[in-house]
């Protein structure tokens, strides 16, 4: 969800955000299903058009309403922000959220142990993950291009959980062009902005 508030943010669209607990002990409410019948956030609306997954929304944005272009125009640079958008969905968010995050930060908050077996397995996929986008990224202030595109947009809400992480220390050790990147993303106004 982070995501499309942060490509509204960047493309200064005005929006109102209705907060929907998915994680409910109770389920997910009965009338988001309405927006999302796989119970899942995100959704959006506009004007009337419904819209759900993220990718569908955010490319939606970038196509609809004025502003910076999310995606470069380049047929290589948006190869390369569509590869690491791949990767961040279908191999980091799992690892380093799921794997790493919500066991070491979000478990401690809710008072349960940590899985370390799951940690520990998750570490050198990582690794991986984490050596994958310094090596593809730019050596410049975005992850590609000299703008902030869909690459960014995807790796900030991660990176701003996994960076929470005893773990990210360690793992982040040599990625010099990831670190920069962060340091410098971490304090944009969007991402203030878009807080959990
Ligand atoms: N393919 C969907 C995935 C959305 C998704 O998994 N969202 C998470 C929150 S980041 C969620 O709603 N999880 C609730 C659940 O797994 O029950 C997308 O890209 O929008």
Redesign the pocket.
Known sequence: ?RIVRLALEEKQVKYDLVEVD??AETGVPKEHLTRHPF????ASEHNGFHL????AIVRYIDDAFPGCKLQPTDPKARAQVNQIVGILDAYAYQTLIWDIYVERVVATRDGRLANEQKIAAALPRATVCLSELNRLMDDQEFLIGGGVTFADLYAAPIFACFMQTPEAASLMEGFEKLIYWWQRFAIRDSMFRTQP
């Open positions: 969800m998915v994680f119970g899942r956030i995100p759900y997954e993220t990718g």
